[in-house]
Protein backbone atom coordinates (compact mmCIF):
# COMPACT_ATOMS: atom_id res chain seq x y z
CA UNK A 1 0.00 0.00 0.00
CA UNK A 2 0.52 4.04 -0.09
CA UNK A 3 3.36 5.15 2.65
CA UNK A 4 3.95 8.84 2.66
CA UNK A 5 6.87 9.86 4.47
CA UNK A 6 7.40 14.01 5.39
CA UNK A 7 9.86 16.06 6.38
CA UNK A 8 11.08 18.10 8.30
CA UNK A 9 8.66 17.13 11.64
CA UNK A 10 9.56 20.72 12.53
CA UNK A 11 10.26 24.13 10.97
CA UNK A 12 11.08 27.48 12.33
CA UNK A 13 11.70 30.56 10.07
CA UNK A 14 11.53 34.16 10.37
CA UNK A 15 8.81 36.16 9.27
CA UNK A 16 9.19 37.40 5.50
CA UNK A 17 11.76 34.24 5.07
CA UNK A 18 10.34 31.33 3.07
CA UNK A 19 9.37 27.32 3.72
CA UNK A 20 9.57 24.39 2.24
CA UNK A 21 7.97 21.20 3.18
CA UNK A 22 8.42 17.89 1.34
CA UNK A 23 6.76 14.93 0.91
CA UNK A 24 7.47 11.24 -1.15
CA UNK A 25 5.25 8.63 -1.49
CA UNK A 26 5.82 4.99 -2.51
CA UNK A 27 3.27 4.45 -5.02
CA UNK A 28 3.43 5.06 -8.35
CA UNK A 29 -0.16 4.74 -9.02
CA UNK A 30 -0.67 7.44 -6.94
CA UNK A 31 -2.60 10.77 -8.66
CA UNK A 32 -4.03 13.47 -6.45
CA UNK A 33 -2.20 15.28 -3.34
CA UNK A 34 -3.27 18.11 -1.53
CA UNK A 35 -2.01 19.50 1.35
CA UNK A 36 -3.58 20.55 4.87
CA UNK A 37 -3.19 23.33 7.54
CA UNK A 38 -4.28 22.66 11.35
CA UNK A 39 -4.41 25.71 13.49
CA UNK A 40 -4.32 24.69 17.29
CA UNK A 41 -8.05 23.11 18.22
CA UNK A 42 -9.11 22.82 15.07
CA UNK A 43 -9.66 20.00 11.90
CA UNK A 44 -7.26 19.95 8.97
CA UNK A 45 -8.09 22.71 5.89
CA UNK A 46 -7.36 22.44 2.32
CA UNK A 47 -5.00 24.97 1.64
CA UNK A 48 -3.80 23.71 -2.18
CA UNK A 49 -3.70 20.67 -3.87
CA UNK A 50 -2.31 19.26 -7.06
CA UNK A 51 -3.14 16.60 -9.66
CA UNK A 52 -0.58 14.71 -11.80
CA UNK A 53 -1.10 16.10 -15.14
CA UNK A 54 0.82 19.67 -13.40
CA UNK A 55 3.94 20.08 -12.34
CA UNK A 56 3.17 22.75 -10.21
CA UNK A 57 0.33 25.18 -8.85
CA UNK A 58 0.38 28.22 -7.20
CA UNK A 59 -2.29 30.05 -5.00
CA UNK A 60 -0.66 33.78 -3.78
CA UNK A 61 2.01 32.93 -1.53
CA UNK A 62 1.44 29.31 -1.37
CA UNK A 63 2.76 26.51 -4.12
CA UNK A 64 3.33 23.22 -4.36
CA UNK A 65 5.43 21.59 -6.88
CA UNK A 66 5.25 17.61 -8.01
CA UNK A 67 7.54 15.38 -9.36
CA UNK A 68 6.27 12.49 -10.33
CA UNK A 69 9.54 10.37 -11.33
CA UNK A 70 11.03 11.13 -8.05
CA UNK A 71 7.55 10.54 -6.47
CA UNK A 72 7.89 13.74 -4.47
CA UNK A 73 6.01 16.96 -3.90
CA UNK A 74 6.90 19.98 -1.62
CA UNK A 75 4.87 22.81 -0.26
CA UNK A 76 6.49 26.23 -0.60
CA UNK A 77 5.52 29.41 1.60
CA UNK A 78 6.72 32.93 0.50
CA UNK A 79 6.82 35.96 2.66
CA UNK A 80 5.71 33.93 6.32
CA UNK A 81 3.92 35.90 8.57
CA UNK A 82 2.84 34.70 12.08
CA UNK A 83 -0.11 33.29 11.34
CA UNK A 84 1.11 30.89 8.95
CA UNK A 85 2.05 29.45 12.54
CA UNK A 86 0.15 25.79 12.24
CA UNK A 87 0.62 22.09 11.75
CA UNK A 88 0.75 20.56 7.99
CA UNK A 89 -0.02 17.56 6.70
CA UNK A 90 0.30 16.15 3.15
CA UNK A 91 -1.82 13.26 1.86
CA UNK A 92 -1.80 10.93 -1.52
CA UNK A 93 -3.99 8.87 -3.46
CA UNK A 94 -5.02 7.24 -6.53
CA UNK A 95 -8.17 6.42 -8.53
CA UNK A 96 -8.12 2.37 -7.94
CA UNK A 97 -10.26 2.31 -4.86
CA UNK A 98 -7.77 3.68 -2.18
CA UNK A 99 -8.33 5.98 0.17
CA UNK A 100 -5.89 9.31 1.39
CA UNK A 101 -2.76 8.36 3.02
CA UNK A 102 -1.52 11.30 4.98
CA UNK A 103 2.12 12.11 5.93
CA UNK A 104 2.90 12.06 9.59
CA UNK A 105 3.12 16.46 9.52
CA UNK A 106 5.34 19.29 9.94
CA UNK A 107 4.68 21.87 12.48
CA UNK A 108 5.51 25.42 10.82
CA UNK A 109 6.76 28.16 13.24
CA UNK A 110 6.96 32.08 11.74
CA UNK A 111 8.82 33.75 14.34
CA UNK A 112 8.20 37.59 14.43
CA UNK B 1 -23.10 26.74 5.94
CA UNK B 2 -21.67 24.56 8.59
CA UNK B 3 -19.61 21.98 6.91
CA UNK B 4 -18.57 18.98 8.99
CA UNK B 5 -20.14 19.16 12.29
CA UNK B 6 -18.83 16.67 15.21
CA UNK B 7 -20.41 16.35 18.87
CA UNK B 8 -19.32 16.13 21.63
CA UNK B 9 -16.00 18.35 21.13
CA UNK B 10 -14.50 16.70 24.00
CA UNK B 11 -15.44 13.67 26.65
CA UNK B 12 -13.75 12.08 29.31
CA UNK B 13 -14.34 8.05 29.47
CA UNK B 14 -13.62 5.69 32.09
CA UNK B 15 -12.48 2.19 30.54
CA UNK B 16 -15.09 -0.29 29.59
CA UNK B 17 -17.19 2.69 29.36
CA UNK B 18 -19.40 2.97 25.54
CA UNK B 19 -20.25 5.85 23.99
CA UNK B 20 -20.96 7.52 20.03
CA UNK B 21 -18.93 10.30 18.27
CA UNK B 22 -21.79 11.96 16.24
CA UNK B 23 -21.01 13.76 12.61
CA UNK B 24 -23.13 15.48 10.53
CA UNK B 25 -22.33 17.27 7.11
CA UNK B 26 -24.98 20.05 5.17
CA UNK B 27 -23.06 19.59 1.98
CA UNK B 28 -24.32 16.73 -0.07
CA UNK B 29 -21.21 14.55 0.10
CA UNK B 30 -21.60 11.38 -0.70
CA UNK B 31 -18.47 9.93 1.13
CA UNK B 32 -18.03 9.94 5.13
CA UNK B 33 -14.65 8.91 7.31
CA UNK B 34 -13.90 9.10 10.56
CA UNK B 35 -10.10 9.12 11.67
CA UNK B 36 -7.82 9.12 14.53
CA UNK B 37 -4.92 11.77 15.33
CA UNK B 38 -1.76 10.72 17.80
CA UNK B 39 0.63 12.78 18.39
CA UNK B 40 3.46 11.87 15.73
CA UNK B 41 1.23 9.91 13.91
CA UNK B 42 -0.63 12.10 11.49
CA UNK B 43 -4.10 10.70 10.49
CA UNK B 44 -4.82 7.63 10.18
CA UNK B 45 -8.33 5.86 8.56
CA UNK B 46 -10.60 4.27 11.38
CA UNK B 47 -14.13 3.52 9.12
CA UNK B 48 -15.27 4.93 5.63
CA UNK B 49 -18.59 5.26 4.13
CA UNK B 50 -18.37 5.94 -0.09
CA UNK B 51 -22.12 6.22 -0.38
CA UNK B 52 -25.59 5.93 1.87
CA UNK B 53 -25.91 2.15 3.25
CA UNK B 54 -22.11 1.01 2.94
CA UNK B 55 -19.50 0.92 5.19
CA UNK B 56 -15.48 -0.31 5.13
CA UNK B 57 -12.75 -0.47 7.82
CA UNK B 58 -10.03 1.30 7.37
CA UNK B 59 -6.50 1.07 8.58
CA UNK B 60 -7.38 0.72 12.43
CA UNK B 61 -10.92 -0.63 12.94
CA UNK B 62 -10.79 -2.50 15.55
CA UNK B 63 -12.46 -1.43 18.90
CA UNK B 64 -14.81 0.71 16.63
CA UNK B 65 -18.06 0.44 15.28
CA UNK B 66 -19.83 3.03 12.42
CA UNK B 67 -23.01 3.90 11.05
CA UNK B 68 -24.39 5.39 8.35
CA UNK B 69 -27.58 6.65 9.07
CA UNK B 70 -28.47 8.83 6.07
CA UNK B 71 -26.75 11.11 3.69
CA UNK B 72 -25.77 13.72 6.09
CA UNK B 73 -24.69 11.22 9.08
CA UNK B 74 -22.16 9.19 10.31
CA UNK B 75 -21.50 7.95 13.88
CA UNK B 76 -18.13 6.30 15.55
CA UNK B 77 -19.28 4.02 18.47
CA UNK B 78 -16.65 2.92 21.16
CA UNK B 79 -18.42 -0.06 22.70
CA UNK B 80 -15.90 -0.68 25.52
CA UNK B 81 -13.52 1.94 25.29
CA UNK B 82 -9.75 1.10 26.55
CA UNK B 83 -6.66 3.56 27.51
CA UNK B 84 -5.30 3.16 23.86
CA UNK B 85 -8.53 5.00 22.31
CA UNK B 86 -7.23 8.02 23.40
CA UNK B 87 -6.92 10.49 20.74
CA UNK B 88 -8.68 13.19 18.23
CA UNK B 89 -11.26 11.84 16.24
CA UNK B 90 -11.86 13.44 13.15
CA UNK B 91 -15.06 13.21 10.67
CA UNK B 92 -14.53 14.29 7.03
CA UNK B 93 -16.54 14.15 3.63
CA UNK B 94 -16.53 14.56 -0.43
CA UNK B 95 -18.56 14.38 -3.43
CA UNK B 96 -16.87 11.03 -3.74
CA UNK B 97 -14.20 8.30 -2.71
CA UNK B 98 -12.57 7.95 -6.35
CA UNK B 99 -10.69 10.23 -7.74
CA UNK B 100 -9.17 13.91 -6.61
CA UNK B 101 -11.89 15.34 -4.52
CA UNK B 102 -10.33 17.00 -1.27
CA UNK B 103 -11.71 16.14 2.07
CA UNK B 104 -13.58 18.54 3.99
CA UNK B 105 -12.92 18.26 8.01
CA UNK B 106 -14.98 18.76 11.45
CA UNK B 107 -12.98 20.49 14.33
CA UNK B 108 -12.41 17.25 16.11
CA UNK B 109 -13.81 15.53 19.10
CA UNK B 110 -10.97 15.33 21.82
CA UNK B 111 -11.52 12.14 23.75
CA UNK B 112 -9.63 10.67 26.66
CA UNK B 113 -9.96 6.73 28.24
CA UNK B 114 -8.99 7.06 32.36
Known amino acids: GENVEQHPSTLSVQEGDSAVIKCTYS??????FPWYKQELGKGPQLIID?????GEKKDQRIAVTLNKTAKHFSLHITETQPEDSAVYFC???????????FGPGTRLSVLP | NAGVTQTPKFQVLKTGQSMTLQCAQD?????MYWYRQDPGMGLRLIYY???????DKGEVPNGYNVSRLNKREFSLRLESAAPSQTSVYFC?????????????FGDGTRLSIL
Open chain 1, 91 to 101: AARNNYGQNFV
Open chain 1, 27 to 32: DSASNY
Open chain 1, 50 to 54: IRSNV
Open chain 2, 27 to 31: MNHNS
Open chain 2, 49 to 55: SASEGTT
Open chain 2, 92 to 104: ASNWDRGGGQPQH
